[in-house]
């Protein structure tokens, strides 16, 4: 059965439970500062750009965010190798200035955990592109997070993202909802996401000693964790891969 597709400017009743949804990120990700600064103003200042699916006892499984923006503006104009960071912040900059959108990015999709493994991710990007196709864009972009490359932490994302099955689509499982989506790679963006923070820290969300000088593998992570005992702190700098969807 199909779930119930609905955004949380149709059903705003339902943003405790949307916001709420339990979901797999390692604990280390949802520490960048910028989108734990702007991650949480989607739903509250644009709910439409928010969607969440509901199986037939009602429960929450899945849900899509995502955010417009100006990729004309003057000074843009290329997919940024910021990803995920510029892309919010671009975002909600253009809405504080008025600025008309152009384009819709892909923030997230998160599946609870209970209903891995029924396709509902494709369901949900699915959706996300009606969404903006409905809304009068034509393109829609995503810093994809490829989700096997936690399993090659030292190979080169640019390698990575492009290699392909026998039948051309991507090796990556997410890449290639993507592009069975219609999507295709733009580029790499080297700094999309970067979370610093005090050793202390890293050895709460990972539960990993963290006091070896350079790079540590922690579960879950696209690319080591830069590591610097004698400062006290450790960097992590994740790539994403920008995919275009004409729609």
Known sequence: MQPKISSLADRPDMLERVVGMADTWPEFVIQDLVGAAHFPRIAAELPEYVLFA????????????SVPFALGAEDRGRLPGNGWDAVLVWAFSDLRRGVRPDTVSAVSVSIAPQAQGRGLSAVMLSAMRDNARARGFREVVAPVRPNAKHLEPHTPMEEYAHRVRPDGLPQDPWLRVHARAGATIDSVAPASMTVAATLADWRRWTGLP?????????PGG????????????????EPNVWMRHRL
């Open 54 to 65: 509901e199986d037939e006892q009602g429960e929450i499984v899945a849900n899509a965010y």
């Open 222 to 237: 696209l690319v080591p964790v830069r590591c610097e005992p004698a400062r006290g702190y450790a960097v992590y700098v």
């Open 210 to 218: 963290f006091d070896t000088d350079g790079d540590i593998e922690v």
